[in-house]
């Protein structure tokens, strides 16, 4: 028989493993005082390269550990995934159609890893008030939806004062 445990996974043993799988000896999940569990790099990774690939479960509801696969589909991973924090400034894209994350800019070790949540999800499990510090903070983040319809709202105001 096979022993299929490896101690330096996030996934449980009965997940199979997948090529650019995160271990632990890449990645540590740390529980922060404001923004709650996030990821931490141990390794350097360029513009381009391969962060990780992520499984999960599919389900038709929204929670704090999905990503959107298209609508009414969001991807379930509460292991690793689920714990990437959100940045309006993310050092990493995420593409739902291959599971992959991929670094934007220079990772190093000790840097969280970061997404931009509206870039996946029509609407959050929750809203929230955005404190990353970015020059281009959105400020609140709630789905890209809601960010369409305020850029939308915004542009009709514009031209009307424009139109005056």
């Known amino acids: 028989m096979i022993d299929d445990h490896v101690p330096d996974r996030f996934y449980p043993d009965f997940y199979p ?6 271990t632990k000896e890449r990645f540590s999940i740390i529980k922060t005082e404001d923004v709650g569990e996030g990821i931490i790099s141990h390794s350097t990774f360029q513009p381009g390269e ?15 550990f999905t990503l ?15 714990k990437v924090l959100h940045s309006c400034d993310p050092n990493m894209h995420c593409d739902m159609e291959t599971q992959t994350f991929t670094a ?20 959050l499990f929750r ?9 281009n903070c959105k400020k609140l983040i709630m789905g ?21």
Do not use: W
């Open 144 to 164: 890209k939806k809601f960010r369409l319809q305020h850029m939308q709202e915004a542009s009709v105001i514009q031209h009307a004062v424009a139109g005056t």
């Open 104 to 123: 934007l800019k220079e990772i190093k070790p000790g840097d969280f890893l970061t997404m931009d949540y509206e870039t996946t999800e029509e609407e």
């Open 50 to 64: 391969i962060v990780f690939r992520f499984a999960g479960v599919l389900l038709r509801e929204v929670t704090l």
């Open 68 to 82: 959107q696969l298209k609508e009414g589909n969001h991807l379930h991973d509460p292991f690793f995934m689920g």
């Open 127 to 135: 809203s929230f008030e955005c404190q990353c510090g970015a020059p």
């Open 17 to 22: 493993r997948f090529t650019h799988e995160p």
